[in-house]
């Protein structure tokens, strides 16, 4: 993507909590030659939103008012770069957002963009969970546009009524 604002949102569900897990990537899990992730990180048992310059490590935020997950349970994940206020967020079930000052440039690297997967030395690591109604917009979404696509918990669904136009969308439940 590079240093451009955009916007991902998903449902995703864990099995359990045993290792961390990628639900959506643009990224190496070995080398910090990626764009961005979002995953389950077993470390701080939280979900999160990272971000690349392709050589530092990755810069991280937590979705620390979330707090830990359940396995079992399906959450809605809303991960945004506002590249004009040089900030990364994670905001978990509409509820309130996690936010951070970017401090490194994103990447537009050639990693390949993978759902519920990364690429560690070749060998692809999965997701032990679901992930369904992926979206992505190469703008940040409005509030509202956030809490309509999360409509109480019951999700709105493709094609979304009004101004989302999401450049893509999959079904994987």
Do not use: M
Request: aromatic share 12%; hydrophobic share 40%; net charge negative.
């Amino acid at each position: 993507t590079g240093d451009i604002d955009f916007t991902i949102a998903c449902w995703a569900k864990l099995t359990d909590k045993n290792v961390s897990y990628a639900i959506i990537t643009k990224k190496r899990n070995s080398a910090p030659d990626g764009d961005y992730d979002i995953t389950y990180f077993v470390t701080d048992d939280r979900f999160t939103f990272a971000i690349s310059n392709g050589v530092d490590v990755a810069q991280r935020i937590n979705a620390n008012n979330l707090g830990s997950p359940s396995a079992g349970t399906l959450y809605f994940i809303v991960a945004w770069h506002d590249a004009t206020a040089n900030t990364i967020n994670i905001q978990v079930n509409n509820g309130t957002v996690n936010s951070a000052a970017e401090t490194q440039t994103i990447v537009d690297s050639p990693s390949q963009f993978r759902i519920g997967a990364f690429a560690d030395a070749g060998n692809e690591i999965y997701l032990n969970g679901s992930v369904d109604e992926v979206g992505f917009w190469k703008r940040v979404l409005t509030v509202a546009e956030r809490t309509a696509l999360y409509q109480g918990g019951s999700g709105l669904t493709y094609p979304f009524s009004g101004e989302f136009g999401g450049t893509f969308l999959f079904n994987l439940i």
